[in-house]
């Protein structure tokens, strides 16, 4: 089974977050599935380059400073993901989509409204757990 490496961004400004969505896949599952953005790892990349290049690549934007949050592994039917993600504060909306098909920015306790892709889901529980904790 093929094993991927992930890295997604959880990019917070003020009180919301950035959830964006996926376009159509030939994987019916994560098709225009809501997610993070970010993307592959590539060989000899660190996760923290992946992320500042991936989010340059998919919206344009310059994040500083990633900070990790956790690390899901999923198994879908046609391969198995490791995600490992980070929030990035930024202080201005000012992105492009240039992959995605659509952008929310929505508060934590709003996340449950989309439909995610599966293993983001442990990413928005663990969001909401912390969230009530405050
Ligand atoms: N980026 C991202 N991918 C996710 C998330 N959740 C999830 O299941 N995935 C899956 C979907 C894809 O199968 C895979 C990441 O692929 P990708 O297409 O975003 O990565 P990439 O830009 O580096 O890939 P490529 O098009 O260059 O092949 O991980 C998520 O929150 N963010």
């Keep these: 089974m093929k094993k991927i490496n992930v890295v997604a961004a959880i990019i917070q400004c003020g009180e919301e977050i950035l959830c964006v969505r996926r376009g159509p896949s030939k994987f019916n599952y994560i098709s225009e599935r809501y997610e993070f953005p970010g993307g592959k790892i590539e060989v000899d ?12 690549e998919e919206l344009h934007l310059d994040i500083h400073g990633p900070t990790y949050f956790n690390t899901v592994d999923h198994q879908y039917p046609d ?9 990035c504060l930024i202080d201005h909306k000012n992105i492009t989509l240039t992959e995605h098909i659509d952008q929310q920015w929505l508060k934590i306790d709003e996340l449950n409204n989309l439909d995610w892709a599966a293993a983001d889901i442990p990413i928005v529980q663990k969001l909401q757990a912390e969230y009530i904790k405050g």
């Design 79 to 87: 391969f198995q993901i490791t995600m490992h993600s980070f929030i």
């Design 45 to 56: 990349e660190t996760k923290d380059n992946a992320i500042i290049r991936e989010i340059k």
